[in-house]
């Protein structure tokens, strides 16, 4: 069974930084093609940045330059490197795992909450 956990969360003054990791169980993360998402309330979730088993990533405008993903191949884990955060920046974040040969974001961790004020 396979699950994905969130950290690093937590409430930031605009212009700071935080990181985010998400760690698999029942699986390896480095497998899958890999995913950091955001949703507010009310509103559907934002597709921010994307990471494939080989390495490449791609982003969304409203975060290029400003976040980083990566895989932390020693600790199997999926980051988030978040920089010059801005109060538009609040939201609940998810990562995201599927089979790189599917469209469908498979497995879905429970989300961890970014205030920045």
């Known amino acids: 069974h396979v699950q994905l956990v969130e950290s690093g969360g937590g409430a930031v003054q605009a212009g700071g930084s935080l990181r985010l990791s998400c760690a698999g169980t029942g699986t390896t993360i480095r497998a899958y093609c890999m995913s950091w998402s955001r949703q507010l309330p009310g509103q559907e979730r934002e597709a921010l940045a994307t990471i494939d088993t080989e390495g490449t990533v791609t982003y969304v405008d409203s975060v290029k330059g400003r976040f980083t993903i990566s895989i932390d191949n020693a600790k199997d884990t999926l980051t988030l490197q978040m920089n010059s955060l801005k109060p538009e920046d609040t939201a609940m974040y998810y990562c995201?795992?599927?089979?790189?040969?599917?469209?469908?974001?498979?497995?879905w961790g429970q989300g961890t909450q970014v205030t920045v004020s």
């Open positions: 995201a795992a599927r089979d790189c040969g599917s469209g469908v974001y498979r497995y």
